[in-house]
C-alpha cells in the first residue's frame, strides 16, 4: 500500500525558515517524481514544487521561487521542503504527493494526509 | 500560467441525480487534465486521469470527457459519499494548475 506521511504541524515566525519531510513506503520511491502541493485554509489546491526521480531536476511556480527548496534522499525514501522568508499567507496544509511521469507529464496520483505549517507572530 | 475555470462553483443536487461539473483551460492542454474529489479535512483523491480514464478503484458511475480545453466530470446517480469539493488539474509540463473547485452538495 502506498503510504505518504508528512511531518508533524509547524509554527514559524514570519521571515523565518522551517523544514517539511515527507516518509514514503509501499512503492519504489527513487522510481517516482515527488511534488509538494499546499492548500491555505478553506481555500483551493496550489502547486508548491515538484522534483524529479533522481533529484536532477527541481520546479517551482513563482510564488516560492528563491524561497523554497526540493530536495529528496532516495536512500530514506524521504522527500524534503526547506522552506525560507516565510509569510503569513504561505498558511496552509502541505501535502506531498507522487508523480508517475511519462515522456511528456507526470499524474499526480497519491497524496499524503498533509501537515499544517501556520506562519504568525 | 495555464488558468482553469470551473463551474459552477457550487452545485446543488440530490442523491440519485446526475452531476455535470465542467472545466474550461485558458490555453490548449492536449489530454492532461485530471480530476480530484476532496472532502472535509482529507487528502484530495484522484478520480479520472488524462481527461477519461478512471484511476484504480474508482466507481464507473464517475466519467471525464473532453480534450484540449474542454473537460466535464459526470457522475451518474449520485451517492451520499460523493458530496464533496471536485478539482480538476494541468499537468502541463512541470506547471501545474487547479481549477478553483466546485463544491457538490445536498440539496
Known amino acids: 500500500e502506498v503510504q505518504l506521511v508528512e511531518s508533524g504541524e509547524a509554527l514559524a515566525q514570519p521571515g523565518g525558515s522551517l523544514r517539511l519531510s515527507c516518509a514514503a513506503s509501499?512503492?519504489?520511491?527513487?522510481?517516482?517524481?515527488m511534488h509538494w502541493f499546499r492548500q491555505a485554509p478553506g481555500k483551493g489546491l496550489e502547486y508548491v514544487s515538484a522534483?524529479?526521480?533522481?533529484?536532477?531536476?527541481?520546479y517551482y511556480p513563482d510564488s516560492v521561487k528563491g524561497r523554497f527548496t526540493v530536495s529528496r534522499d532516495n536512500s530514506k525514501n524521504t522527500l524534503y521542503l526547506q522552506m525560507g522568508s516565510l509569510r503569513p499567507e504561505d498558511t496552509a496544509v502541505y501535502f506531498c504527493?507522487?508523480?508517475?511521469?511519462?515522456?511528456?507529464?507526470?499524474?499526480?496520483?497519491?497524496w499524503g494526509q498533509g501537515t499544517l505549517v501556520t506562519v504568525s507572530s | 500560467e495555464i488558468v482553469l475555470t470551473q463551474s459552477p462553483a457550487t452545485l446543488s443536487l440530490s442523491p440519485g441525480e446526475r452531476a455535470t461539473l465542467s472545466c474550461r483551460a485558458s490555453?490548449?492542454?492536449?489530454?492532461?487534465l485530471d480530476w480530484y474529489q476532496q472532502k472535509p479535512g482529507q487528502a484530495p483523491r484522484l478520480l479520472i486521469y488524462?481527461?477519461?480514464n478512471r484511476a484504480t478503484g474508482i466507481p464507473a458511475r464517475f466519467s471525464g470527457s473532453g480534450s484540449g480545453t474542454d473537460f466535464t466530470l459526470t457522475i451518474d446517480s449520485l451517492e451520499p459519499e460523493d458530496f464533496a469539493v471536485y478539482y480538476c488539474?494541468?499537468?502541463?509540463?512541470?506547471?501545474?494548475?487547479f481549477g478553483q473547485g466546485t463544491k457538490l452538495e445536498i440539496k
Open positions: 504527493a507522487r508523480g508517475d511521469c511519462s515522456s511528456t507529464s507526470c499524474l499526480v496520483d497519491f
Open positions: 509501499g512503492f519504489t520511491f527513487r522510481s517516482y517524481a
Open positions: 522534483i524529479s526521480y533522481n533529484g536532477d531536476s527541481t
Open positions: 490555453q490548449f492542454v492536449a489530454k492532461y
Open positions: 488524462d481527461g477519461s
Open positions: 488539474h494541468q499537468r502541463n509540463n512541470w506547471l501545474y494548475t
